[in-house]
């Protein structure tokens, strides 16, 4: 399973995600790239999950279509601390997202 984590949410959060193949927007040569085309960029590199926690893109862009699912993370915080302690939930969340598909964590 591959993984894409915005670049809005710490790197250290790739260290969370078990059982996958997570890497951060940055790390996949995408830093930078405008929401749209990201959502594009990714579906030519063939991602099944997209990890976010900006809350407003699923109401400005159209997932239904996209060959990955979105999890949206929300948080007090995109800061580490804020967010590990959703490690169980975030992975049960990869684990069962599918195409077209959001999930809203916590």
Known sequence: MK????????KRLTKLIQQADAKTVPQLGLAGTKDKELLAKLEELQINV?????????????FKQRSFGTVVIRSVSNRFQDLVYLETVLNEAVQQ??????????
């Open 3 to 10: 993984i894409a984590i915005d670049e809005c949410l710490p």
């Open 50 to 62: 997209f990890i976010t926690i900006d809350g407003n893109l699923e109401f400005q862009q159209n």
């Open 97 to 106: 997202t599918t195409a077209g598909d959001i999930r809203r964590i916590p």
